[in-house]
């Protein structure tokens, strides 16, 4: 197997620089828009053996050194008790969203072996078909990140109600996201349980707090998770989307890899995140609408930047967009094989 992409998050010396991409499974990939054309997304998500295969779709085709497991962070707050619908315009919907203490009290903290097999079942069968390929990364949404759906019971323009209640009832705030994260260290416990070897939280939204709320009520559940995580050995990657004004609290996350978005220049990361972790990222998705030139410029300037990092995981500063050409993201992963650190 190519552990590169291990060893890089274990901060051991690696011949390459390791790259994947998040989202690297989805709509701009022609093969996946064919099994889409078939089924749904949540039956897609909820069906083994066509779940591994759009994982090993870009892994195969991009050349990355990583694959990952192909869901969506939703999956484990319908599990919770929430009612999951994915609209092709509207994005997710979560039926009756929950802002009151009878609707956080209804939550569940689900036993994930129960309520989500499917996703077992999947990495069992992924660890099979990637034996001789490379590793394969598990993840979840971090605490906060899924509070905000469940909170406005979708996606969300200025977090109004999630801001409300953090605000006006700090303590139901903070029980929805005790079992949230209770549900999170279960969730990836079992994945790590079944051969996820790798597992990283997704912080979509950390970037719309003060860095002073953020530190104060949200940091506190991602470290408890983290430090659970970290007794089954495997490494955690923690990505705090719109890092900018993050660093110094992330950096002390116990995580073993941070991932960044492009907000951020590279060089200022690795000054702000010290020597002790791996960094993570972080080309703006939407250079991939640029030309093979461009991209390769671009990866360069990254590259050179994380040169003097503990270590360095190429990536994007955040999912890749449907729109992008498949020919951009090969040109990318190429770019970083050709130009990394040795
Ligand atoms: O990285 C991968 O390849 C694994 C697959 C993956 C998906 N979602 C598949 C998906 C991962 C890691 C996610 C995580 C996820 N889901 C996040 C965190 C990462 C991030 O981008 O910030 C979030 C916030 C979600 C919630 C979600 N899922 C939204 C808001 C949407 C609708 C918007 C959109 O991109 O369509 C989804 C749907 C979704 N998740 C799709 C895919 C491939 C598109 C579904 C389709 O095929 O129509």
Redesign the pocket.
Known sequence: MNDTFLKACRGEKVDYTPVWI??????YMKEYQEV?SRVD?LT?CKTPELAAKVTLQ?VDILGVDAA???????IAVEAMGMHLE?S?KK??ILGEPARTKAAVDKLVIPDTEDSMPFVLETIKILRRELADKVPLIG?S?APF?LATYIIEGG?SRNFSHTKRMMYQNPGLFNALLEKITATVIGYLSAQIRAGAQVVQI?D?WAGILAPYDYEKVIFPHVKTAIKALKKLDVPVIYFA?DCPGLLEIVKKSGADVIGIDWRVDMAHAVKRLGKKVVIQGNLDPCVLFGTKEYIEERVQEILGKAHTAHGHIFNLG??IL?ETPVESAIAMVEAVHKYGRN
Do not use: E, V, W
């Open positions: 998040m989202r690297q499974a989805g709509r889409r997304f897609l870009p990952i497991l192909f869901s969506d962070i939703l994915f092709d994005g997710p993840f949404g990140t996606s997704f979509s989307n955040h999912g449907p």
